[in-house]
């Protein structure tokens, strides 16, 4: 019996009641976490209350791409074949020149900047990060200065920093390989997102923009392109629902290339620590597909209907009220926020933290200020019945409080 991945499954069940296909007609029936694995390490599993963060394993492969990853796990193929058969599919969908799959933004990150720094030079690519001689500045906006600078040092690129478009301007010169963008700075930048792409090309400058965590809304995923940005990176592992150890980078048809060439397989290069493989090429591609075509107006409704029934749970605890929140930018989907008035309700958010973690089920919610009485929930990466088994935890964590 074969089981197909319909619409209305999906929707019923964010994804998570379908079942996966096998070979020869062998099926297995995905039931929930699978967490024999995890119990034979000692490892306990917990709810994601949070949303997409790595430390947390990001995000729970969908059902289809599970399936697409263990069918591509049964055949040996080229990788550079692979990588441009998927590179095209993505960059159609996405309505890039071109793409590349990489072991996640990070990744993508340091191959963009490969590509603009050593480019296409077989000699560069060997000598890297020793990049003596080349065009290596990459500058940056000082809001934008981030966790992930590492991926873009890495190459031997230096990193110039500026305070203002006027700074910016000076600050190229010929030695300037890249002007960065951290989209999830653009609300606080004095440039917006679409200035420095257009004075990259202005100047003749590759420019790369970060847009990691920023599905969705799903528009996103050709927006940077079509506003001029010559690469872009996502995260395959967060809201699309690849693999964990996936990203694309996407852009320029000459970039991607050079990136390729500074990447996995091959070996002697800045980036092939950060190897990908099949099963990643063929799932986050499949991540992709699925997510242009998803319903993602009935998925935000599931979120809103969530939210809604936990801020209805904890507000009958006296002292208590919630709100629903959505972030600007990253994780831009509705979120709970429970507050709390700590004379009635003695719990220090950390206290509130514990208890959920160690609890049974365990469960993590999403860091926020940890001297606030307020808790923040993220709903949208939750199984499903996840959010009543949260909004009633959290309601008997906070009347246990009550003074
Ligand atoms: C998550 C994230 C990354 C890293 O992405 P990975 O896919 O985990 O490598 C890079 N930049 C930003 C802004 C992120 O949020």
């Known amino acids: 019996m074969q089981f197909r991945f319909s619409r209305r499954g999906f929707l019923s069940g964010l994804g998570l009641a379908s079942l996966s296909g096998g070979r020869g007609g062998r099926v297995a029936a995905y039931q929930g976490a699978a967490t024999d694995v995890y119990a034979d390490?000692?490892?306990?599993?917990?709810?994601?209350?949070?949303g997409t963060y790595t430390a947390l394993s990001g995000s729970l492969l969908l059902p289809e791409v599970r399936a697409a990853m263990d069918e591509a796990s049964r055949a040996y193929v080229s990788l550079g074949e692979l990588q441009e058969a998927a590179g095209a599919r993505i960059a159609e969908l996405a309505g890039a020149q071109a793409a590349l799959v990489t072991a996640g933004c990070a990744a993508a990150l340091t191959l963009a900047t490969a590509a603009c720094v050593l480019g296409e030079d077989e000699e560069a690519i060997r000598r890297a990060p020793d990049t003596d001689g080349l065009k290596n500045e990459v500058i940056f906006l000082k809001e934008h200065r981030f966790g992930y600078d590492h991926a873009i040092r890495n190459v031997g690129a230096k990193i110039v920093e500026v305070e203002s478009r006027e700074d910016m301007q000076s600050a190229i010169n010929d030695r300037t390989a890249m002007l960065f963008y951290l989209n999830f700075a653009n609300n606080r930048s004095p440039m917006t997102r679409d200035e420095v792409a257009r004075l990259g090309k202005e100047k003749g400058i590759p420019t790369l923009i970060d847009a990691a965590a920023d599905l969705p809304p799903v528009g996103n995923l050709r927006a940077y392109n079509d506003m001029g940005y010559d690469l872009v990176a996502f995260s395959g592992g967060k809201a699309l629902r690849g693999p964990q150890c996936s990203g694309i980078l996407m852009g320029r048809k000459d970039l991607i290339h050079a990136a390729y060439l500074n990447g996995p397989p091959h070996s002697n290069s800045v980036g092939r620590i950060a190897k990908v493989g099949k099963e990643e090429i063929v799932?986050?591609?499949?991540?992709?597909?699925?997510?242009?075509?998803?319903?993602?107006?009935?998925?935000?409704?599931?979120?809103?209907?969530?939210?809604?029934?936990?801020?209805?749970?904890?507000?009958?605890?006296?002292?208590?009220r919630g709100e629903r929140f959505v972030p600007e930018i990253a994780n831009a989907v509705p979120h709970a926020g429970i507050m709390w008035d700590p004379k009635r309700v003695t719990l220090t958010r950390q206290?509130?933290?514990?208890?959920?973690?160690?609890?049974?089920?365990?469960?993590?919610?999403?860091?926020?200020?940890?001297?606030?009485?307020?808790?923040?929930?993220?709903?949208?990466?939750?199984?499903?019945?996840?959010h009543l088994v949260v909004a009633t935890r959290c309601r008997e964590v906070l009347e246990q409080a009550l003074a």
């Open 41 to 50: 390490l000692g490892v306990r599993p917990f709810i994601n209350a949070a």
């Open 283 to 320: 799932g986050v591609t499949k991540a992709v597909e699925l997510y242009t075509t998803r319903d993602h107006e009935a998925e935000w409704e599931a979120w809103d209907e969530a939210v809604r029934h936990i801020l209805a749970t904890v507000a009958k605890v006296p002292g208590v």
């Open 351 to 386: 206290d509130f933290v514990d208890a959920l973690r160690e609890g049974d089920p365990r469960i993590e919610v999403r860091p926020s200020d940890p001297g606030e009485p307020r808790l923040e929930i993220g709903v949208w990466m939750m199984e499903p019945e996840d």
